[in-house]
């Protein structure tokens, strides 16, 4: 069982910013594509951003291109979501996934291990 731990959740007001962290262990790292999903109050988990374990190929939700960036360190086995000017309708809980390639990798049935989920409240 893959361990995926997150950090960096909180709360923020409209336009501020936060950085989530997801380390995993080095097998789980080199072996999965990393990404994030989130699931708001009352909504199913959505897809949120990935970078491709295969060749680095990154991909985005629609509602936070151009405001989140994910990255990794693979010195540390970690992977980030930068996220900046932040809306209400970003709050939601955070899941760092580890997915293995195919066609449902943006997708919750695509995810093999899920982080415990971490809590971003935007006010407004």
């Known amino acids: 069982q893959a361990q995926l731990v997150e950090s960096g959740g909180g709360l923020v007001h409209t336009g501020d910013s936060l950085r989530l962290s997801c380390a995993a262990s080095?097998?789980?790292?080199?072996?999965?594509?990393m990404g994030w999903f989130r699931q708001a109050p009352g909504k199913d988990r959505e897809f949120v951003a990935i970078?491709?374990?295969?060749?680095?190929?990154?991909q985005y939700a629609d509602s936070v291109k151009g405001r989140f960036t994910i990255s990794r360190d693979s010195a540390k086995n970690t992977v980030f979501l930068q996220m900046d000017n932040l809306q209400p309708d970003d709050t939601a809980v955070y899941y760092c996934s580890a997915s293995v390639d195919s066609a449902l990798l943006l997708s919750t049935r695509g995810v093999t291990y899920w982080g415990q989920g971490t809590q971003v409240t935007v006010s407004s």
């Open positions: 080095a097998r789980t790292f080199s072996a999965y594509s």
């Open positions: 970078i491709r374990r295969a060749d680095g190929r990154i």
